[in-house]
């Protein structure tokens, strides 16, 4: 059992999760899914984040991969890409912010017993979404 956000510190959470994702598209009503795995293993300079699996999106279904390492510096934790940019402080319990382009990320990452949860409201004039992972740890 994961417990309070305070649980959610990088290295209590190695391991693998099953991840579970809905999309809401807010300016067509489009809805998808996507299912898969987050694996998040210790190397070089942090953890690495890796995500795999499937995503149902307007009657196709794809498979993804996601790449981001979490590392520590002076600041605390930080999300970055695989390429080494910055993305969001590591901050679970407070909102976040990324901008990407003209739109703007909204996050948030919560845990609530065995589950972490993270939120990402999108808005801008590209994009206007609700994305929601669910994840909890594979039992295999």
Do not use: N
């Not at 996050?107 to 801008?124: A, P």
Request: glycine share 12%; hydrophobic share 35%; aromatic share 10%.
């Amino acid at each position: 059992m994961l417990g309070p956000v305070s649980a959610l510190d990088p290295p209590a959470l190695l391991g693998r999760w099953r991840l579970e994702r809905t999309m809401l598209d807010r300016s067509t009503g489009q809805r998808g899914a996507a299912t898969g795995t987050l694996s998040l293993t210790p190397g070089g300079d942090g953890i690495a984040w890796a995500e795999r699996g499937t995503l149902d999106w307007q009657g196709c279904t794809y498979a993804f991969t996601r790449d981001y390492r979490l590392v520590r510096d002076a600041d605390g934790w930080w999300m970055r890409f695989a390429d080494g940019r910055p993305f969001h402080p590591w901050t679970p319990g407070e909102w976040v912010t990324h901008p990407c382009g003209a739109d703007r990320y909204r996050g948030l990452v919560t845990s609530d017993g065995d589950t972490w949860t993270i939120q990402w409201d999108v808005r801008g004039p590209a994009k206007s979404q609700l994305i929601v992972t669910a994840l909890q740890l594979a039992h295999e």
